[in-house]
């Protein structure tokens, strides 16, 4: 009977050893098309850059700054944005602002006046549907303010409907409750052309004299401001009311030579930023502000910074086939490090080569030089940030900053590399010189915190200002910690953990600002903590893995949806799953110490299921965050980079005994 059962055992185990070998096959075959694919996605300079798409609003917008120049019609162009705004319509008849979403006034009234700008009849079905959507909403009186600053320059309402920017805004000195440096970069370069246009409330060209009074319930000049947005506080919003009241009476009244004075700083401002074809900002809001600034200030389309800034937001558009949208920015240094993250992860004698090719070419995108907008909070600190884009010197961001150095890093100490030194030593004194007082980091400013400012009526929106979040800390300890600083030698790490001790939500998770959200916030702080050395049975990290375990999908994979940034916090919200944020869960409980976790199986089986023929994965959902409930946006390079490493990631801790990342990524 012994050998009979000793048999059995043996003839299971062997058909255990076979379904390893199997199964170690598939995922190395899996690991390997997926590799060879985004090798084939390099740019011939080493780097990577992919598409950057956002919601209906940027080509809509696009469109419209064409029709407002009077610019020749490019019919070609326009019927191809065209077939992209009718193809992103929503079931609901609006527009929403990520894929499958929920309705959105601002989005539906601007791609519907884009759809009319081109041609489109009002009585086509798709422009119906629109506009009944529209009025079942109470009508396009419900736009917020940015929509509200386009309407106007179109005649369509008047400036009564916005807030009253004062140009003269730019002359306060810092100690006054509102500057330009108390609020985030995004919002300072998009203000500042925009106060000069409001100073002299020009109106647009538009030579087929397109109007959209149908899609208001009302005469549209008949229009006042805006209501309380729902995150502003009453007594806050009641005192800047009366305070834009006043200004609306006595700003017609402030001497010419101060609004002279005002406008030349602006000016020099934004000159001093232009930034050559990468724009001011290097983001399609603030860029397309200059070309409007200097065609009011009767600046023809030769003069140079007007002409520069043009063909900038030409660059960000993507024109196929049959359809052509305008990216928001572009994202070259955050795709080229990632991605090499993810080669370095999978390893081999093509991968690691390519990724040192992206790593050379991101050394002379970090900033030495130029002191940004950053420095006016610490004017002590020097520069050695890397920007988002192309070029950006003014705004470098810590996330990026991070995020290169951990890869730099890895390359030097796995690989001997040399060369990288001096470019990690100053990104990490750039970072550390960059932690705000509550322990925590911003993406781009220091103690970026004047949240009182979220309650002017300009910041509907409630994205003026750049607090530190969980994810961007997250990412900064784990560079520290990578880099060998520990809670016990560093004030730094020791005050970073802390902060994100205290964000923890009760359920387990963190919030992510940059990603969606609450599986990418958790993900960057795992990686953190396990990196800086959190014990992996310290409780916070126990609840955050059973948390990620308990919200998997059926079908292995995870998902999150946008309305998770609610403001009535009800946490994560259920999502069919997606490649990009099934790999951040898998990597958080890899980092937690959990990739024998049966979660993490079911995650690696949904990802090789859903890998398609270039050994790629496909994602039509958003995940990644602009301004949450405002403005999200889909990296086109997420799906095919982050899986990538979350296979190999787990292969490797696999093959390993101690399985235990090693990595602060």
């Known amino acids: 009977m012994d050998s009979v059962n000793a048999t059995a055992r043996e003839a299971q185990e062997s058909k ?33 850059v992919f598409e950057l798409e956002a919601d209906c609003t940027i080509p809509a917008e696009y469109i419209l700054l064409r029709h407002y120049l009077a610019e020749p ?140 009074d149908e899609l208001f319930l009302q005469d549209p000049r008949s229009i006042g401001m805006t209501a309380k947005a729902p995150h502003q506080s009453m007594a806050w919003f009641l005192l800047f009311r009366s305070l834009d009241a006043i200004l609306r009476v006595i700003e017609p009244l402030f001497p010419k030579s101060l609004r002279k004075r005002a406008i030349d700083a602006a000016l020099a401002f934004t000159e001093e930023r232009l930034n050559g074809e990468d724009g001011m900002g290097a983001i399609y809001p603030p860029m397309a502000n200059i070309v409007m600034m200097y065609d009011a200030l009767g600046k023809d389309e030769s003069y140079p910074p007007r002409a520069v800034t043009r063909r900038g937001i030409d660059k960000l558009l993507v024109i196929g086939d049959d359809e052509a949208y ?66 950006n010197a003014y705004y470098p961001d810590l996330d990026d900053t991070a995020v290169v150095v951990m890869s730099m890093d890895r390359m030097r100490r796995e690989h001997g590399v040399t060369g990288y030194d001096a470019a990690i030593d100053r990104g990490r004194e750039w970072i550390e010189g960059m932690q705000s007082d509550d322990g ?88 953190a903590l396990n990196m800086a050395g959190v014990s992996h049975d310290d409780p916070m990290i126990r609840k955050a893995a059973a948390w990620l375990a308990s919200i998997q999908n059926k079908d292995g994979g995870w998902g999150e949806d946008a309305v998770s940034y609610r403001l009535d916090y009800k946490g994560w919200e259920p999502a069919p799953s997606t ?14 110490g959990e990739v024998d ?22 994602e039509q959902r958003y995940t990644a965050t602009g301004f949450p409930r405002v403005f999200y946006l889909r990296y086109h390079g997420y799906p095919k980079f982050f899986p990538l490493w979350a296979l190999a990631r787990y292969r490797n801790l696999r093959n390993t005994n101690s399985r235990v990342v090693g990595v602060g990524m």
């Open 579 to 592: 490649a990009s944020q099934t790999a951040w869960a898998l990597l958080a409980l890899m980092a937690a």
């Open 73 to 212: 019609v490019d019919t070609v162009l326009e019927a191809k944005i065209g077939n992209y705004l009718r193809r992103v319509q929503g079931a609901h008849g609006g527009w929403p602002l990520v894929h499958d979403g929920a309705f959105d006034m601002s989005a539906s009234v601007k791609a519907y006046f884009a759809l009319k700008m081109i041609g489109d009849s009002i009585d086509a079905p798709h422009m119906v549907r629109a506009r009944e959507a529209i009025h079942a909403r109470g009508g396009a009186i419900h736009s917020n303010v940015f929509t509200r600053f386009m309407l106007a320059m179109f005649g369509v309402v008047t400036w009564r409907a916005v807030p009253v920017l004062p140009i003269e805004i730019v002359l306060l000195p810092f100690w006054s409750p509102f500057h330009i440096n108390k609020i985030s970069y995004w919002a300072r370069t998009t203000m500042v052309p925009l106060m000069v246009i409001a100073a002299l409330k020009p109106r647009a060209r538009n030579p087929k004299g397109v109007g959209i």
């Open 16 to 48: 255990i050893s076979e379904s390893r070998i199997l199964e170690s096959k598939i995922l190395e075959s899996s690991i390997a098309s997926a590799t060879q694919g985004v090798l084939g996605l390099q740019q011939s300079d080493g780097h990577w």
């Open 597 to 618: 976790h049966p979660a993490v199986a079911r995650g690696v089986e949904y990802l090789i299921a859903t890998q398609n023929e270039k050994g790629l994965w496909d």
């Open 326 to 391: 305008c990216q928001p920015c572009v994202s070259p240094v955050w795709d080229t490090t990632l991605t090499a993250h993810a080669l370095l992860e999978a390893g081999g004698d093509k991968a690691v080569p390519a990724a040192k090719q992206g790593l050379d070419w991101l050394i002379p995108k970090q900033e030495l030089a130029v002191k940004g907008d950053w420095a006016v909070k610490r004017p002590d600190v020097r520069p050695g940030g890397w920007a988002f884009q192309y070029n």
């Open 440 to 527: 925590g980091w911003a993406a781009f400013d220091v103690n970026n915190l004047e949240y009182y400012l979220n309650n002017i009526p300009f910041s509907d929106h409630g994205a003026l200002l750049d607090p530190p979040t969980e994810d961007v800390t997250a990412r900064c300890i784990s560079m520290l910690a990578q880099l060998g600083e520990t809670a016990k030698t560093s004030k730094h790490v020791a005050d970073g953990v802390a902060y994100l001790r205290k964000t923890q939500h009760p359920e387990g998770s963190w919030y992510g600002r940059w990603g969606m959200n609450f599986v990418y916030g958790t993900w960057s702080v795992l990686c």
